[in-house]
C-alpha cells in the first residue's frame, strides 16, 4: 500500500484564522502533536522541490516544519529510508 500525504486535506491550517476570529486559540502543541502523528504513521516524506533552482517547499513554513519533524522522528541513520528529495 501506498499512502500520499496532502497536508491541506490532513491538517485543516485554516482553522487557526476561524477560531481566532471567534476570539479562541489553537495552540500550537496542538498542531505539533497531529502533524508528528500523521508524519509518523505515514513513514515516508516526498520533498518536492520545484521549481529546483528555487523551489517553493522551502518558502512554507508548514513545508519546513514537515521536514523538521521528518528529522526528529528519524535518526541520522534512518533518515535516507524516510525522506526523499524531489
Given at each position: 500500500?501506498?499512502?500520499?500525504?496532502?497536508?491541506?486535506?490532513c491538517i485543516n491550517q485554516h482553522r487557526v484564522k476561524e477560531k481566532q476570529a471567534a476570539g479562541e486559540v489553537v495552540p500550537f502543541e496542538d498542531f505539533e502533536k497531529a502533524f508528528g502523528e500523521r508524519v509518523a504513521g505515514i513513514g515516508k516524506i516526498v520533498a518536492m522541490m520545484a521549481p529546483w533552482r528555487d523551489p517553493f517547499y522551502l518558502k512554507r513554513v508548514w513545508?519546513?516544519?514537515?521536514?523538521?519533524?521528518?528529522?526528529?522522528?528519524?535518526?541520522?541513520?534512518?533518515?535516507?529510508?524516510?525522506?526523499?528529495?524531489?
Open positions: 500500500r501506498t499512502y500520499a500525504w496532502v497536508c491541506c486535506l513545508c519546513d516544519f514537515e521536514m523538521y519533524t521528518a528529522t526528529t522522528l528519524w535518526s541520522r541513520d534512518e533518515i535516507d529510508k524516510h525522506v526523499f528529495i524531489a
